[in-house]
């Protein structure tokens, strides 16, 4: 007999074959997606690049993005807030290795350099494309995953290269369009010479504790040059009062710095002496710079870099100088967006527009040969054997932002023919073009 259901003795429910429906996931934090057409504006950039970097004979380097920790430990500096609070490090669980997500990418070129022996031969002028990764607060031009473009000069001591390294970032503005750039110009001198500063510099903020913040007391003896670079409002006025770096230079310093100064006056490149420009980490040494902009906010630092003439040795190789820039890919973008001048997207030079599937055969044929002439090509695709009415076709034709459609009608095809359309001129202008002529017809069309 069946007995009757209680709340303690009821059947237990039947459970659905049916999976349950999974948690969507999402980028993480400050790491973003980058989806077409906004690609296409980054390729823009990266090509204006590369064909620049090939005409001052700067050569493409790819080094890893996972390093060894130590590697920006030992090359950035300990008391740098790159290593202190933004670095993704973590520990291999394979061998116990600690192991950093790359801030920056001059320590691991500098890493590569050394440890395949590239300036056996001489000086190697390289250039870099690729994400970076620190753990900040995202914002405007400023995220956890950005991306860097970055050109470096290793085995070259003198000033000539240092100015050569920023023309080419000036040259690289007047190609995409920048404007509102301005050149910020300092040096750093020699250890020995920062040396006497810092003492000097410690000794005139010590007598003004009461005014530092709290991060510019935690900084006062182990890395005072930094405190030059506040962002404090109350902290100007006895920053602007602290003595100067560049009256510490001796005449090596000085005779460098006045040479880079010279080819760019010169070269009618146009810059500000900034001395309290200091940069993030600890490697520079005399010339230092950077681009800057007021057109996007706190992030105005489109571009950064200068010499550092002792980081091959510090990460194990044998002395030799170098000089070199970064430029933040985002804030370009961005600022280029800002102005009005970051281009559209392209679309493709013909759309195929495919009435009935069984022209297909001859629809690939004859698209194939366009794209093997250079030719950029989108085919309607449709479900199964219905590739969907005209009206739908060229509705996709004309948000593809193609030039021409190429109509493959069963009656033109039955004659050996196509008909190509213009989708960008206000009359749409159509004609009937033999099979066998398609391809020049199109290439006389797009000229």
């Known amino acids: 007999?069946?007995?009757?259901?209680?709340?303690?003795?009821?059947?237990?429910?039947?459970?659905?074959?049916?999976?349950?429906?999974?948690?969507?996931?999402?980028?993480?934090?400050?790491?973003?997606?980058?989806?077409?057409?906004?690609?296409?504006?980054?390729?823009w950039l990266e090509e204006k690049v590369r064909g620049l970097m090939a005409r001052h004979a700067y050569r493409n380097l790819r080094t890893p993005i996972v390093e060894p920790t130590a590697l920006f430990v030992r090359?950035?500096?300990?008391?740098?807030?790159?290593?202190?609070?933004?670095?993704?490090?973590?520990?291999?669980?394979?061998?116990?290795?600690?192991?950093?997500?790359?801030?920056?990418?001059?320590?691991?070129?500098?890493?590569a350099v050394?440890?395949?022996?590239?300036?056996?031969?001489?000086?190697?002028?390289?250039?870099?494309?690729?994400?970076?990764?620190?753990?900040?607060r995202p914002q405007r031009g400023r995220y956890r995953q950005f991306h860097q473009i970055g050109a470096e000069a290793l085995g070259f001591p003198g000033a000539e290269v240092d100015a050569e390294l920023i023309l080419l970032a000036a040259t690289l503005?007047?190609?995409?369009?920048?404007?509102?750039?301005?050149?910020?110009?300092?040096?750093?001198?020699?250890?020995?010479?920062?040396?006497?500063?810092?003492?000097?510099?410690?000794?005139?903020?010590?007598?003004?504790?009461?005014?530092l913040d709290e991060e510019a007391k935690r900084r006062l003896h182990s890395n005072p040059l930094r405190i030059l670079d506040t962002k404090n409002p109350a902290m100007h006025a006895v920053v602007e009062a602290a003595p100067k770096l560049i009256d510490f230079l001796g005449e090596a310093s000085l005779a460098h710095f006045n040479a880079v100064k010279a080819i760019l006056d010169a070269s009618g490149v146009s810059y500000r002496i900034n001395p309290r420009l200091v940069r993030g980490m600890d490697y520079y040494n005399l010339t230092v710079f950077e681009f800057v902009t007021d057109r996007l906010g706190s992030q105005g630092t489109i571009c950064g870099g200068g010499r550092y003439d002792y980081l091959i040795e510090q990460v194990g190789g044998k002395p030799a100088p170098a000089v070199g820039w970064a430029l933040g890919v985002e804030r370009v973008?961005?600022?280029?967006?800002?102005?009005?001048?970051?281009?559209?997207?392209?679309?493709?030079?013909?759309?195929?527009?495919?009435p009935d599937a069984s022209a297909l055969p001859v629809v690939f044929k004859t698209i194939q040969t366009l794209r093997t002439q250079g030719m950029s090509v989108q085919m309607h695709a449709g479900a199964g054997e219905g590739m969907g009415s005209m009206k739908s076709q060229f509705k996709?034709?004309?948000?593809?932002?193609?030039?021409?459609?190429?109509?493959?009608g069963g009656d033109e095809?039955?004659?050996?023919?196509?008909?190509?359309?213009?989708?960008?001129?206000?009359?749409?202008?159509?004609?009937?073009?033999?099979?066998a002529d398609v391809t020049a017809r199109v290439a006389a069309k797009l000229v």
């Open 1 to 43: 007999m069946t007995s009757e259901l209680t709340p303690n003795n009821a059947a237990e429910p039947v459970k659905s074959s049916k999976p349950a429906k999974a948690q969507a996931l999402t980028a993480v934090k400050g790491m973003n997606d980058l989806l077409p057409p906004a690609s296409a504006q980054w390729e």
């Open 75 to 111: 090359g950035l500096g300990e008391v740098t807030d790159i290593v202190e609070k933004e670095m993704y490090s973590f520990e291999d669980r394979l061998n116990g290795e600690q192991l950093t997500l790359r801030p920056e990418a001059t320590a691991g070129v500098v890493r």
């Open 114 to 136: 050394v440890e395949h022996n590239m300036l056996y031969d001489g000086g190697k002028r390289l250039y870099y494309m690729g994400p970076m990764f620190r753990h900040e």
């Open 173 to 211: 503005w007047q190609e995409l369009g920048l404007e509102d750039v301005r050149l910020e110009l300092n040096s750093l001198g020699q250890p020995n010479e920062r040396a006497a500063h810092r003492m000097a510099l410690i000794a005139h903020l010590e007598t003004h504790v009461d005014v």
């Open 333 to 354: 973008l961005e600022l280029l967006k800002e102005q009005g001048t970051l281009p559209e997207a392209v679309g493709p030079d013909v759309y195929a527009i495919v």
């Open 396 to 408: 996709k034709a004309d948000g593809s932002g193609a030039q021409l459609a190429l109509i493959f």
């Open 413 to 435: 095809l039955a004659r050996g023919e196509v008909i190509l359309k213009s989708l960008r001129d206000g009359a749409g202008a159509q004609e009937a073009v033999p099979l």
